[in-house]
């Protein structure tokens, strides 16, 4: 396959250094993309990043993730409005070990020749001097040229540490790095991150003492664009915050349901960024969600296919079954005799003891009583039921102050229904 020409067909190509084609032309090329690990986990912010080595590596190349326990220790100012605090060493390694496990889901670590790797830059930086800094990679740039990139100007009128200031720095000697000791040729990331990326270029160049004007380029840049929705908001986000790769911080229930609620309007982009489908496939799919969009095909396949590859086969199969058995008429009933593997799937929230003493209607059991998971006040929650959004049991509740016997359901679950996309099992000791 031909890198870039996969990449326009889906959606994926925001900016490149002239040259990069025949540069992928002509031989086997290395790249790599950064990840920081602010945390001990991507998240699907991070999976349009993965998405660019993935396909890079299916095309013949050699892709690099570059985890930065060094520039890590910093945090890119690109997009932020403040500076963020300082981990430490234990925990950022920490980070780096569950990140690793992640992209072992995506990338090919036993390929061959394009097999993919990590690399951690904290293992070239933590030998150097200040000093030394300086003079390999400090005197190769200027002030202005540093404080024309967007990331620096966006925060001038809020201010700016040296340390954040410095960041760019840090990522353009990465570059040179790789270049030198992995012959990496080509550095990618978001479009966010052009101005970190072509530091990094002109470091190359002027530390190898390249021409400006030559046609023959040392290092190239690539860039994807930011995955929005279709409103121009920022997309990754449900109202729980990030959705995290890891089981752990989301599970894989809620994951699979971020991408099944997908609008209808996102879900082109989505399907061509975050699978492996063909053109002729997606567009097959495309045909068939048009004529039955009621059926979500295409969120269906974007959801089985994202959550096969994060959370395994087996998983994303009693996920599906799940969120089957959730919607189904019969849910109660099937809950109850659902197997262990199926029940470990199902989004079920015990209600606290203490909590359920504080509740004295159906308006506080739904807000307060589950410590506000399905509703952040009483006033939203009434309002809801006001609204006939919410079911109890598959059956439509309409007064606020609606009782429940709590001494009756002890024991059991209780299935709460938010409008047509939201389930949540409510468990009582």
Same mark, same amino acid.
């Given at each position: 396959?031909? !890198?870039?020409?996969?990449?326009?067909?889906?959606?994926?190509?925001?900016?490149?250094?002239?040259?990069?084609?025949?540069?992928?032309?002509?031989?086997?090329?290395?790249?790599?993309?950064?990840?920081?690990?602010?945390?001990?986990?991507?998240?699907?912010?991070?999976?349009?990043?993965?998405?660019?080595?993935?396909?890079?590596?299916?095309? +013949?190349?050699?892709?690099?993730?570059?985890?930065?326990?060094?520039?890590?220790?910093?945090?890119?100012?690109?997009?932020?409005?403040?500076?963020?605090?300082?981990?430490?060493?234990?925990?950022? =390694?920490?980070?780096?070990?569950?990140?690793?496990?992640?992209?072992?889901?995506?990338?090919?670590?036993?390929?061959?020749?394009?097999?993919?790797?990590?690399?951690?830059?904290?293992?070239?930086?933590?030998?150097?001097?200040?000093? +030394?800094?300086?003079?390999?990679?400090?005197?190769?740039?200027?002030?202005?040229?540093?404080?024309?990139?967007?990331?620096?100007?966006?925060?001038?009128?809020? +201010?700016?540490?040296?340390?954040?200031?410095?960041?760019?720095?840090?990522?353009?000697?990465?570059?040179?790095?790789?270049?030198?000791?992995?012959?990496?040729? &080509?550095?990618?990331?978001? %479009?966010?991150?052009?101005?970190?990326?072509?530091?990094?270029?002109?470091?190359?160049?002027?530390?190898?003492?390249?021409?400006?004007?030559?046609?023959?380029?040392?290092?190239?840049?690539?860039?994807?664009? &930011?995955? #929005?929705?279709?409103?121009?908001?920022? !997309?990754?986000?449900?109202?729980?915050?990030?959705?995290?790769?890891?089981?752990?911080?989301?599970?894989?229930?809620?994951?699979?349901?971020?991408?099944?609620?997908?609008?209808?309007?996102?879900?082109? =982009? &989505?399907?061509?960024?975050?699978?492996?489908?063909?053109?002729?496939?997606?567009?097959?799919?495309?045909?068939?969600?048009?004529?039955?969009?009621?059926? =979500?095909?295409?969120?269906?396949?974007?959801?089985?296919?994202? #959550?096969?590859?994060?959370? +395994?086969?087996?998983?994303?199969? &009693?996920?599906?079954?799940?969120?089957?058995?959730?919607?189904?008429?019969?849910?109660?009933?099937?809950?109850?005799?659902?197997?262990?593997?199926?029940?470990?799937?199902?989004?079920?929230?015990?209600?606290?003891?203490?909590?359920?003493?504080?509740?004295?209607?159906?308006?506080?059991?739904? %807000?307060?009583?589950?410590?506000?998971?399905? !509703?952040?006040?009483?006033?939203?929650?009434?309002?809801?039921?006001?609204?006939?959004?919410?079911?109890?049991?598959?059956?439509?509740?309409?007064?606020?102050?609606?009782?429940?016997?709590?001494?009756?359901? =002890?024991g059991r679950y209780v299935l709460v229904g938010n409008g047509k996309q939201k389930n949540y099992i409510l468990s009582f000791k």
């Open positions: 396959m031909n !890198f870039i020409e996969e990449l326009r067909w889906r959606g994926m190509l925001q900016d490149m250094i002239p040259g990069l084609e025949d540069q992928l032309a002509k031989e086997m090329t290395v790249a790599y993309i950064g990840f920081d690990p602010t945390a001990p986990s991507l998240h699907i912010g991070n999976l349009a990043a993965i998405m660019l080595l993935k396909h890079f590596q299916l095309c +013949g190349h050699k892709p690099i993730a570059l985890v930065g326990g060094a520039t890590g220790m910093i945090g890119d100012p690109s997009g932020k409005a403040a500076e963020r605090e300082f981990l430490s060493e234990d925990t950022l =390694r920490a980070n780096q070990v569950g990140i690793q496990k992640q992209l072992e889901k995506f990338l090919e670590f036993h390929a061959g020749a394009n097999s993919a790797e990590v690399v951690n830059n904290y293992d070239w930086f933590k030998e150097f001097s200040f000093l +030394g800094f300086l003079r390999e990679a400090g005197k190769f740039l200027t002030v202005n040229y540093m404080m024309s990139k967007d990331s620096v100007k966006k925060r001038l009128e809020t +201010g700016i540490s040296f340390t954040e200031f410095s960041y760019q720095l840090l990522q353009g000697y990465d570059f040179y790095h790789l270049y030198k000791n992995k012959n990496v040729r &080509l550095q990618m990331g978001g %479009s966010d991150q052009w101005g970190n990326i072509t530091t990094g270029t002109e470091i190359i160049r002027r530390k190898e003492g390249h021409d400006e004007d030559a046609t023959e380029r040392a290092a190239f840049a690539l860039t994807t664009p &930011l995955v #929005t929705k279709a409103d121009g908001t920022k !997309f990754g986000k449900s109202e729980s915050g990030n959705v995290w790769l890891d089981a752990e911080k989301t599970s894989p229930y809620a994951f699979y349901q971020f991408w099944l609620n997908a609008a209808d309007a996102d879900v082109p =982009r &989505l399907i061509r960024v975050f699978t492996l489908h063909s053109k002729d496939r997606i567009e097959e799919l495309e045909k068939q969600h048009a004529e039955a969009p009621h059926l =979500r095909i295409l969120q269906k396949a974007v959801a089985e296919e994202v #959550t096969t590859r994060v959370h +395994g086969a087996e998983v994303c199969a &009693l996920v599906i079954e799940a969120s089957t058995l959730l919607f189904s008429k019969d849910a109660v009933e099937l809950i109850a005799s659902a197997s262990d593997a199926l029940m470990n799937q199902l989004p079920i929230h015990e209600v606290a003891e203490e909590l359920l003493a504080e509740c004295k209607n159906l308006t506080d059991l739904i %807000s307060v009583g589950t410590d506000n998971l399905i !509703f952040p006040s009483k006033g939203e929650a009434r309002k809801a039921i006001q609204n006939n959004a919410i079911s109890i049991n598959k059956v439509k509740v309409t007064d606020p102050n609606a009782t429940l016997d709590f001494e009756k359901i =002890r």
